[in-house]
Nanobody, 123 residues
Framework: QVQLVESGGGLVQAGGSLRVSCAASGGTFRSYGMGWFRQAPGKEREFVAAISWNGGSDYYAASVEGRFTISRDNAKNSVYLQMNSLKPEDTAVYYC????????????????WGQGTQVTVSS
């Protein structure tokens, strides 16, 4: 049983930066691949980024590659998403997810999900 709690969302102007965080508890964090998905109003939840259990591999959606960076700190049981050059279309609720297979996390998300944190980018 894993609990995930996101934080760090907020309001930022287009072109700005924001870092969202996800803190995990109740499981073996180091063995999980971690990822971020997002969902905007009226749209389906979509993959954003993922990172393997040891941080050796990362994955990005084409829409964010070059602007977003995923990282993790296993000592802190946390994963982060640094978002730069934000665009209004990045506005969404950002969800953290954890799974035993990073590839599965990329394609459909993990077994566990947080409640999300709102990111709003104004134009």
């Amino acid at each position: 049983q894993v609990q995930l709690v996101e934080s760090g969302g907020g309001l930022v102007q287009a072109g700005g930066s924001l870092r969202v965080s996800c803190a995990a508890s109740g499981g073996t964090f180091r063995s999980y691949g971690m990822g971020w998905f997002r969902q905007a109003p009226g749209k389906e939840r979509e993959f954003v980024a993922a990172i393997s259990w040891n941080g050796g591999s990362d994955y990005y959606a084409a829409s964010v590659e070059g602007r977003f960076t995923i990282s993790r700190d296993n000592a802190k049981n946390s994963v982060y998403l640094q978002m730069n050059s934000l665009k209004p279309e990045d506005t969404a609720v950002y969800y953290c997810t954890a799974g035993t297979d990073t590839v599965v996390v990329v394609t459909s998300g993990g077994l566990y999900w947080g409640q999300g944190t709102q990111v709003t980018v104004s134009s």
